[in-house]
């Protein structure tokens, strides 16, 4: 089970850090988000160990993902936040796959909804 949190309204330029709790530490993980009229799309993801991260050229060298020590979190640290990053962002799970195939990922969280004003 996936828990993601942390979303909210920030000023353009600002910062949020989402975090995505699961009971599933040895599960590989990513972001995704959808913003209204769009389609989901990926943002992010992160190998089980945490060793290997993959990243949308639209967040490159903004966003950072991570997970804690005992890998049961999930982060995203949002920075730089541009208007166009409002969305609801989902967190996802999946044993075997890691990667920017929504369709692959096997276990969704609830979104969180971020929202970035101009």
């Known amino acids: 089970q996936l828990q993601a949190s942390g979303g909210g309204l920030v000023q353009a330029g600002g910062s949020l850090r989402l975090s995505c709790a699961t009971s599933?530490?040895?599960?590989?993980m990513g972001w995704f988000r959808q913003a209204p009229g769009k389609e989901r799309e990926f943002v992010a993801a992160?190998?089980?160990?945490?060793?290997?991260?993959y990243y949308a050229d639209s967040v490159k060298g903004r966003f950072t993902i991570s997970r804690g020590i005992t890998r049961s979190t999930m982060y995203l640290q949002m920075n730089s936040l541009k208007p166009e990053d409002t969305a609801i962002y989902y967190c996802?799970?999946?044993?075997?796959?890691?990667?920017?195939?929504?369709?692959?990922?096997?276990?969704w969280g609830q979104g969180t909804l971020v929202t970035v004003s101009s």
């Open positions: 992160i190998s089980w160990g945490g060793g290997t991260t």
């Open positions: 996802a799970a999946d044993l075997k796959y890691i990667g920017n195939s929504r369709g692959r990922y096997e276990y």
């Open positions: 599933s530490r040895n599960y590989h």
